[in-house]
């Protein structure tokens, strides 16, 4: 059991484990640290007297217009001003001329962690951040907790300035302590602890209701439901102080996240209470239990008023609090000294709530400057718990594994909606990582693939026989595109959208092999009775934005820009021409002649929303092969034909192109330029003639 203790303690300990600060001591308003090394002691917290500006905003302050000091962290109640002591409402700056070394290499940032009021920071006058918005008056004010790190400039004076406001809480000023360090440390350090706040929250939560169920398994034990209820009161305090976390996944006002801050401490004393009541009735007094329930309640009541009346409490209440946990722990240990059964584990844990609240108390009242860890040492105190039902732990130890094998096959759902390549490139490796605005850019090829005369084909079909023919459909081209290190970023009704962000090749050659796929499945779909059809598919390549649209309940990926534009376009060229594979001039220059696939140049061709027309190419291997071969060994024909027609010489290019055709009858791109040809040469003849 010893050995227990111990585990326990360390993991305790890690949970709270962070590098210190080394306490600055700023005089009279000016703080050297040119001499300091931030790789030793990157954290410093800016301690010591702050120039004190009252009823001033930083763009008002007039060096000479004071020569107050304030030792910060500390709260300006009960500051001796001329005209008398000042309470917890008004507006302050404060102000320190702050010296760094001038080789200093690292991005440095200051970091202001919660305090019980807004505040505003200005570093060389400019506005960085802050919390809520300070103001001189409650109209102009807007109050609001939470920890702000900002990057300082690269320069080694700075003149840092606090403005404060508070028109809500008992209590004004900064009661935390201000940091300077490296940008990276202070952000890991930031992140750290809303990890561990997160982690503590989230065994509390599973302790707690796993006591819930444990009740519903025996209703007789109501220490159950006891432990249940202080797990959830002390989660509550978790996720409203200290970096309130809470805030991080629901927008929660000022004026609910403070009444939930209180109402969790104000009920974590009496639940505790009632907690050991129910293990050792004989050995805690009833009328204790019940007093403190009565402060509870009445207390809550008085969250009815505004906070300037119901924060006052904290400087009654933590006196019932901790004389609540002394009470305990007497208690506790009159079972212990009777051989109480798992009274032992019980006082061990008690002792760490007990040191633990005591600290959140006097760090609360600014007595001590530390951090919250009473969350910490409840864990542990519930964990203790756990052990005492180790066997129904076991019994359902299958169902966790269940529920995290389903959460892994629900990622994997994900990655079908959201590819996985897609938060790649985003550089995102979760996505619950993904944030609207996240955007990337990038040269890519974009691929766009669209069944011909879909809406008439469609019309013939159910809207069963419509979902089952483009899943059919879809399974075949997919694959392609994913192995030729491509992704398909949507579905656009039949149309396919996919992008090819390493190799241009990868493009061309997945188009070859999608058509390749198609003409098998028509010889399928031939062979059932069904209709073939027939894709076109258009490829570009340039840059594009790849990220997250939409808004805060409803995001998904795409891409925007006008490369993604144009291949849309090109794929729509494919119609014109009765093409199988048609790809931009972009492409096709910066195509592989390794691939081995067969070129032909089309024309320049308008396209709808660019000034400019553009050069298209056809590749030829994405016909059946008899026809490419005839295509390919006309191809030099095909050229001289086409080069008749550029120069406007319509008789050679009409003859030209109807060898062509005597020759390959099929060649649509042929009679296309034959018809041209022929309407050109008309065209003429009448201009001529009038």
């Known amino acids: 059991m010893k050995k227990l203790f111990f585990v326990l303690l360390f993991l305790h300990l890690g949970c709270l484990s962070e590098e210190r600060n080394i306490k600055a001591e700023i005089v009279k308003g000016f703080l050297d640290l040119n001499n300091h090394s931030f790789t030793d002691q990157p954290f410093v917290a800016l301690n010591g007297e702050w120039k004190f500006f009252w009823n001033t905003a930083p763009n008002q302050i007039q060096e000479t217009d004071s020569d107050l000091f304030l030792d910060l962290p500390k709260h300006w109640n009960g500051y001796q001003m001329p005209y008398g002591m000042l309470g917890g409402f008004g507006h302050a700056s404060f102000r320190i001329k702050l010296k760094l070394a001038d080789n200093l290499s690292e991005l440095m940032a200051l970091t202001v ?17 802050g919390s809520g918005k300070p103001g001189p008056n409650p109209n102009e004010y807007i109050p609001e907790v939470k920890s702000s790190i900002v990057v300082l400039p690269q320069t080694s004076d700075l003149t840092i300035d606090l403005y404060v406001a508070n028109y809500v809480h008992r209590k004004g000023g900064i009661w935390n302590d201000i940091v300077i360090s490296p940008y990276t440390k202070a952000e890991n350090r930031l992140t750290k602890r809303k990890i561990n706040e997160t982690m503590l929250s989230s065994v509390l939560t599973f302790v707690g209701l796993f006591f819930l169920v444990m009740y519903f398994y025996n ?52 639940l505790l209470y009632h907690y050991f009541y129910t293990i050792f009735p004989e050995d805690f007094s009833k009328r204790m239990g019940t007093f403190f329930y009565i402060l509870s309640s009445i207390l809550t009541l008085g969250l009815l008023l505004p906070p300037v009346y119901f924060t006052e409490t904290a400087s009654i209440y933590p006196i019932a609090f901790v004389a609540n946990g002394v009470l305990i722990f007497v208690y506790l240990y009159r079972a212990y000294k009777k051989n109480r059964m798992e009274s032992k584990l019980l006082l061990f844990g008690m002792l760490l709530v007990l040191v633990g609240a005591t600290n959140d108390v006097l760090h609360a009242e600014s007595y001590i400057h530390t951090m919250y860890i009473a969350p910490a040492s409840v864990v542990i105190f519930v964990f203790l718990q756990v052990i005492t039902f180790g066997r129904i732990v076991r019994q359902n130890l299958t169902k966790t594994l269940e529920f995290a094998q389903e959460q892994k096959q629900l990622s994997g759902s994900f990655s079908r909606f959201v590819p996985t390549e897609f938060l790649f490139h985003l550089g995102k490796t979760d996505i619950r990582h993904v944030d609207l605005g996240d955007q990337v850019q990038k040269r890519m090829s974009i691929l766009f693939a669209d069944i011909r005369s879909f809406t008439e084909f469609s019309e013939t079909l159910t809207p069963k026989e419509n979902f089952d023919f483009l899943n059919s459909y879809l399974q075949r081209v997919g694959p392609i595109i994913r192995h030729n290190n491509g992704f398909i970023d949507k579905f656009i009704g039949d149309a396919v959208m996919a992008l090819f962000p390493y190799d241009i090749n990868d493009a061309i050659k997945a188009a070859v092999e999608m058509q390749e796929a198609i003409r098998i499945y028509n010889s399928h779909r031939a062979n059932c009775g069904y209709i073939t059809i027939e894709v076109g598919i258009g490829i570009h390549t340039g840059n594009l934005t790849l990220g997250i649209l939409g808004e805060h309940k409803r995001m998904e990926g795409t891409v925007i820009s006008d490369a993604v534009n144009l291949a849309s376009r090109i794929e729509k060229i494919t119609k014109l021409f009765s093409s199988r594979i048609v790809i931009s001039a972009d492409t096709f220059i ?67 192109f109807t060898k062509l055709l005597d020759h390959n009858p099929d060649d649509s791109v042929s009679r296309l330029f034959l018809e041209r040809s022929q309407e050109a040469k008309e065209k003429s003849k009448m201009e001529f003639g009038s």
Not at 115 to 129: E, M, R, W
């Open 113 to 129: 962690h919660e305090q019980d009021t807004s505040y505003a920071i200005y570093v060389n006058g400019k506005y960085l951040g």
């Open 219 to 270: 209703r007789d034990g109501k220490h159950t439901v006891g432990i249940f209820l202080f797990s959830i009161a002390v989660l509550f305090r978790t996720i409203s102080t200290g970096e309130r976390i809470l805030i991080e996944f629901v927008d929660i006002p000022y004026w609910i996240l403070l009444r939930l801050e209180y109402v969790s401490w104000f009920w974590s004393a009496p």
């Open 590 to 656: 910066e195509a592989s002649d390794g691939l081995g696939y067969h070129y032909r140049l089309l024309d320049r061709v308008a396209i709808k929303g660019k000034t400019e027309s553009v050069f298209v190419v056809e590749v030829l291997d994405g016909y059946e092969p008899e026809k490419t071969s005839r295509l390919i060994s006309s191809k030099d024909e095909y050229t001289l034909a086409l080069d008749a027609f550029r120069r406007d010489d319509f008789e050679e290019a009409i003859e030209g």
